[in-house]
């Protein structure tokens, strides 16, 4: 299994960012893929997830109306749109894989990636 995240960076609050995760090694649909975040010093912050079998999402209450998760089936890549940023969303973004698709997530997964760091500063 792998997952590649791209996107991150450095943007000012208000502003936007998209983060991608191509994917590979595993039947795309048996799987929910998600996002969590965790800044320094801090736990794990599931943000996102989609279901692959539905397209189903999933949203945590501190990024609904902002955040928007989607799924290229044909390309295998996951990708969250960020609007809105806030500092507090400053933090080293992961896609993962969970069975699971939906508020409990995070706590069944299976893999994630190296991650990719986003920070939100003026």
């Known amino acids: 299994v792998q997952l590649v995240e791209s996107g991150g960076g450095l943007v000012q609050p208000g502003g936007s960012l998209r983060l991608s995760c191509a994917t590979s090694?595993?039947?795309?649909?048996?799987?929910?893929v998600g996002w969590f975040r965790q800044a320094p010093g801090k736990e794990r912050d599931g943000v996102s997830c989609?279901?692959?079998?539905?397209?189903?999402?999933y949203y945590a209450d501190s990024v609904k109306g902002r955040f928007t998760i989607s799924s290229d089936i044909a390309k295998r890549t996951v990708y969250l749109q960020m609007h809105s940023l806030k500092p507090e969303d400053t933090a080293v973004y992961y896609c993962?894989?969970?069975?699971?698709?939906?508020?409990?997530?995070?706590?069944?997964?299976?893999?994630w990636g190296q991650g990719t760091p986003v920070t939100v500063s003026s």
């Open positions: 993962a894989l969970s069975p699971i698709y939906g508020e409990t997530w995070m706590k069944h997964l299976s893999f």
């Open positions: 090694g595993f039947t795309f649909d048996e799987y929910a």
């Open positions: 989609i279901s692959n079998l539905d397209f189903a999402t």
